[in-house]
Structures are given as structure tokens and as C-alpha cells.
């Protein structure tokens, strides 16, 4: 009577195994990986959707507006309330500060985090296309940059505001 | 000799493998499912952020047209381009990176009479046309998967700020 396998037998099934193994922990870990993509780019997305509604009404509400330092540095003010945003290469995110006083300066620094630990801003570039008399458009150009334990992912974002001279209120 | 060995091997019947091959399909076909449902979810979310952001520029491009020169606006289909260093508007509509934008832009009509205010309601139909007041529609379209997304964003147009 046959009590066992022969080292063949245990062998063979040894291989199928470890085979079956590699291939299941392959796809498990390409599922994971395809789910932290998804986070990671709707995790960008909703930081890049913050930043560009604050940089949007801000400049939107502007009477002046400025692009300093290559386009890494945005200054508006109007005439009691000034914004500053710069990208901070070093800690790759973007920062800001108001000051809220008649006759205001824009802030020389920027104290407060506009975008999240998570997230790495690789690159900003704040820059005005078609000014004319009656109005400016303010061109925000983002490279962001996701990490997550399984998946990185880097996507670009791209948005216009437009800032309308207020002719009467510049007459007076 | 063969007899006697095989007569009393155990092993798995036809119906246990037949049930364990199924159990296994069953899982496999579920993370499958799970795997294509999170790239399509990430490829969704990326075009729609896309799309939007195209459907905002085109509105805010319609502002600074508005605000250039607003006795040239006129009815019809258009898409923004800057043309000299100056927004302007030009004929039918334009492809950005996949999304095809556009902008109607049509006249409307009001109350003929509202009781004395400045300012009459806008209505469908049976109006006055308003002369220094359009309505904008920046629209922007895009294929997901086969089938045909849309997006709009509508805001009046007037002559005074």
C-alpha cells in the first residue's frame, strides 16, 4: 500500500506551487499598484484643484499683479488686501502670505503651505500672456509629483485666470 | 503488483478539482475585474481634470474678449485664441490635447415690462431682445472609453461690469 509521494512527486507539486505563488503575488501587487495610481493622481488633482481656486480668485479680485523671479514668485494687491505666492524649489511645495491693510504691500515672504506634505511640486511657473488695456491673463503651469508605497506619478496641470481691468475704478 | 499499488492511492475526485478550478476562476475573474475598475477610475479622473481645466480657460478667455471689445461680440460658435497679443475670438471650435472646446454665444430676451425695476428678467421666449446683454456656453467634449463625455459652463455677457 502507497503511504506517500517520491521526491518527484513532491518536487513537481513543489514547483507548481511556488509558480502559482509568484504569479498570484505579481498580479496582487499590480492590482495594488494600479489602485495607488488612482489614489495618487485623484490626491494631486484635488491639491492642484485648491491651489488653482485660490490663485483664481485672488487674481481675479486684483488691481495689481506681478510675476518676480522667473515665474516662481506671484504678487497681487489691490487695496486692502495682497497676496504672495511663491514655489519653494527646496521643499517643492507652494506657499503663500496676506497682508490685510489699506494701502498694502505684497508680503516679502510666504509663511503658509497652500499644497500638502504629500504631494512634491516639481515645478511652477506663474507668467501674464495677452495684456492689454482692459485685461490680463494670469498663466499657472504645475508639475506634480505623487508618491505612494507601491506607484509614483508626476502629472502636469495647466490653468488661465483672467484678471479684468476695472477701468472706472483706475480713473478715479 | 501495479494493482495492488493503485487500488488503494487516494486523490482528488473529478467534481473536487472541477469545484476548486471554479472557486479559483471565480477569484481570479474578481480581481481582474478589480484591477481594470482602478485603471479606469485613474484614466477617468485624469481626462475629466484635463476637460475641465480646458472648459475653465475657455470661459475665462470669453471674459477677457468680453472686456477687449464687447461691440464686437456676435452670435455663433467660437473657440478662443490669442490673435496679436489679444484674446479674440475665432469661427467653429478647436481641439486642446483631446478635448474639443467651444463657445456658443447667443442673444436673450427679457420682460417686456417688470413694474418699474432697471433690470427686467431674462425669458425663453416672447421678449425683448436685450441689446448689451449675450449669453456665453463654453462647452467642452471628450472621448471616455468609447463614449462621448460633455461639460458646460454658461454666464451672461454685458455691456456694463
Redesign the interface.
Known sequence: MRKGFTLIEVLIGLGGVVVLAVAATAFLFSILGQRDQAIAESLAAEQVESVMAMVGTVTRAAESIEVLDGGKRLETSREDECFTFLWDEIAEEIRFDRSEEIDCSPPVGASHRLTAEKISVERVNFSLVAPDDTSRTLRLEMDVEVSRPLWQTNQSFDQIFVNVVDVYMEEE | MKK??FA??QGFTLVEVLVAMALLMTLTVG?VG??QL??R??TT??LR?KAM?VL??TM??V??VR???FGNLTEGTYYPV?SE???SLADGTEVVEGVERWVEIYKIQREVSCGGERICPIVGSGGVVDPVTFKAKAMVKWDERGKEKREGLESLLTFW?
Open positions: 495492488v499499488i488503494n492511492r480581481l478589480l484591477g482602478s485603471v477610475a485613474s479622473s485624469r481634470v481645466a475653465q480657460g475665462e478667455a471674459m477677457a472686456a477687449s471689445n490669442i497679443g489679444k484674446w461690469r
